[in-house]
């Protein structure tokens, strides 16, 4: 299960951004300029208090370097706010720094004593709040007129996710590989590629920067049904025009995006699981040449889940893993890779970290699934899913355009 305190206040920083406001420009020492973005000063000062903040969220990565994008992209975003004349009150501050630390079961006055314990000042958390505020109130006036969902949207939408529907999709994916220290990094690039609406584009980026064995085929993946796909991504990738490009997926250790190619309705319909059957064999030795070459010939070897066993024969008891597991608790990667996969199908994209601190291969294997009834939907959950989903595409674009606009100066 997700640790929800910590969950909830990382995806808030990772979907709203924060803003801290810069003191004078002429301040020396800690108040010294480290960036401007158009003409507006970020300082030293702020910058150590966002690494703080990070440090407290426990995010992944470089913390500077993100600390740095994060606030440039705030200066935008407030500035954009500021010019359409999005002007927030002092209650709408209050009352969303309460609801704020309310989802981490804090009261606003424990959250801020709770921040002031670790060095981050009260100002630069009511600031956030003032920056998140004001993007979601600008990207709300801005582009909700353009969003509508239909009556025919929710119900193509609810068929799907309950598993009554036929619908299928055609996708290309990308898995960037994040370990933490280049975690920074990967999801910079992650953010400039899910700003690609031309296929072939994409298809080229896979070829070069995927660690997917999709690679080879340009991220290309081959049709599967909807109800294949964890519950969670299923409104996502149906809120996506063709050509359009999922936001950053984070997996462990790892990124992943996907692009909608092309999606149908059939004249079979899907079919809903209640539990996933599936086998991990661990191979030593990570992502190296001659791992893949042991895993391309196991691959060769065996035609079956039980098949496993036999290889595992008198080594250590968690070589091998067989496991059965309802979807809504596989681990996302793992969900993700399953998805993809025929009965008797293997996947080598994932490793993991073994106890002694080395990286294994893991050697994925679809053993079955089990089918389940369909699920009733909520049509006003269904149509929220989508429109936040269409809001949150229209709002990644403007945030880019607006970045790639800036005049942004290194100090």
Do not use: H
């Amino acid at each position: 299960m997700i640790q929800m305190k910590r969950a909830t206040l990382l995806a808030l920083v990772t979907v709203l951004g924060m803003l801290s406001v810069a003191p004078g420009a002429g301040a020396q020492g800690m108040f010294a300029p480290v960036v401007t973005v158009d003409g507006q000063v970020v300082t030293r000062y702020e910058l150590d208090q966002r690494v703080l903040l990070l440090r407290v969220l426990r995010s992944p990565g470089n913390l500077e370097a993100l600390a740095r994008q994060q606030l440039i992209e705030d200066r935008v975003k407030l500035a954009a706010a500021r010019s359409a004349g999005v002007e927030l009150s002092e209650e709408v501050i209050l009352n969303g720094m309460t609801e704020f630390a309310a989802r981490a079961d804090l009261t606003r006055e424990e959250l801020i004593r709770s921040l002031a314990g670790a060095g981050v000042a009260e100002q630069t958390f009511r600031d956030f709040i003032t920056s998140a505020l004001s993007w979601r109130d600008l990207v709300r006036a801005r582009f909700v007129p353009r969003v509508r969902i239909s009556e025919a949207d929710i119900d193509k939408a609810i068929g799907a996710l309950s598993g009554g529907s036929s619908v299928r999709v055609l996708l290309s994916e990308i898995i960037l590989p994040a370990p933490p220290q280049q975690a920074a990094q990967a999801q910079a690039l992650a953010s400039r590629l899910s700003q690609i609406s031309s296929i072939a584009q994409f298809s080229s980026e896979a070829g070069q920067v995927s660690a997917s064995q999709s690679r080879a085929n340009g991220g290309r993946l081959d049709w599967m049904p909807l109800t294949n796909l964890p519950a969670p991504l299923r409104p996502i990738i149906l809120g996506l025009s063709v050509g359009q490009v999922t936001q950053p997926i984070p997996l462990e250790g790892a990124i992943a995006l996907f692009q909608l190619r092309a999606v149908e309705e059939t004249g079979v319909a899907a079919q809903e699981f209640s539990a996933i059957d599936y086998a991990a064999y661990y191979l030593p030795g990570g992502r190296t040449e001659a791992t893949l070459q042991q895993a391309a010939q196991i691959r060769a070897s065996i035609d079956t889940c039980d098949d496993l066993y036999g290889l595992a024969k008198g080594q250590p008891e968690e070589m091998l893993q067989r496991l059965a597991s309802t979807p809504a608790d596989l681990p996302r990667d793992i969900a993700l890779e399953l998805a993809k996969l025929d009965r008797g199908e293997i996947s080598t994209n994932l490793t993991r970290t073994t106890t002694d601190g080395s990286e294994a291969l893991m050697l994925l294997m679809l053993c079955g699934r089990t089918a389940a009834g369909a699920q009733d939907a909520s049509r006003e959950e269904v149509a929220a899913q989508l429109r936040n989903q269409r809001l949150e595409a229209y709002a990644r674009g403007y945030l880019a355009q607006l970045v790639s606009d800036a005049r942004i100066t290194d100090k």
